[in-house]
């Protein structure tokens, strides 16, 4: 059974960093793309970032362009995502997710979410 | 940047009748488009994927068709657990999403 299991949120103030992690299991880690997407409190979904398999190609929403870092271990099957500079529109509950290629790509597994509140 | 629009924005009916979703994209996709479903306090499932194709243990009441920038998805005859928010979404440089459709089974 695939599992996916978001930690790190944290209240954090403006300006701060934060590192997310996602462990993954029940599938073979380094065989997908990982992403995360995000959802600010009563609002849609927002794609964060995503990295290969190989963790070789990484890309990033021009909003979290500069201060976010995606990074993986397969050798922990863990995903991670460094989170600088934080803003109080960094608010929000991050879901990792594994995305699979049918003829589109799409994020057939997800995570609980872990919530990041930026704030004074 | 392709642009996901979604209409309606509420969505209010009753167990049994049939709802009717609409995805409109800025700019083709062709049917690289999928559909997620989101209940309050929990991660998004997904419902579609390329247009018409159920995802895994997805009812046969949830369909989806469209191509090009034109996008249904259709609940034939509502259940009281499909109150939710739906998504659209394509992949083309990256993920987009569409603003979501709520609906509310009375």
């Known amino acids: 059974e695939v599992q996916l299991v978001e930690s790190g949120g944290a209240l954090v103030q403006p300006g701060g960093s934060l590192r997310l992690s996602c462990a993954a299991s029940g599938f073979t880690f380094s065989d997908y793309i990982m992403d995360w997407v995000r959802q600010a409190p009563g609002k849609g979904l927002e794609w964060v970032s995503a990295?290969?398999?190989?963790?070789?190609?990484?890309n990033y929403a021009d909003s979290v362009k500069g201060r976010f870092t995606l990074s993986r271990d397969n050798s922990k099957n863990t995903l991670y995502l460094e989170m600088h500079s934080l803003r109080a529109e960094d608010t929000a509950v991050y879901y990792c997710g594994k995305e699979v290629r049918y003829s589109g790509y799409y994020v057939t597994y997800w995570g609980q979410g872990t919530l990041v509140a930026v704030s004074s | 940047e392709i642009v996901l629009t979604q209409s309606p924005a509420t969505l209010s009916l009753s167990p049994g009748e049939r709802a009717t979703f609409s995805c409109r994209a800025s700019q083709s996709v062709g049917t690289y488009l999928g559909w997620y479903q989101q209940k309050p306090g929990r991660a998004p499932r997904l419902l579609i994927y390329?247009?018409?194709n159920r995802a895994t243990g997805i009812p046969a009441r949830f369909s989806g068709s469209g191509s090009g920038t034109d996008f249904t998805l259709t609940i034939s005859s509502l259940e009281p657990e499909d109150s939710a928010v739906y998504y659209c979404?394509?992949?083309?440089?990256?993920?987009?999403f569409g603003q979501g459709t709520n609906l509310e089974i009375k």
């Open positions: 979404q394509q992949r083309h440089s990256w993920y987009e």
């Open positions: 990295i290969s398999g190989s963790g070789d190609v990484i």
């Open positions: 390329d247009a018409s």
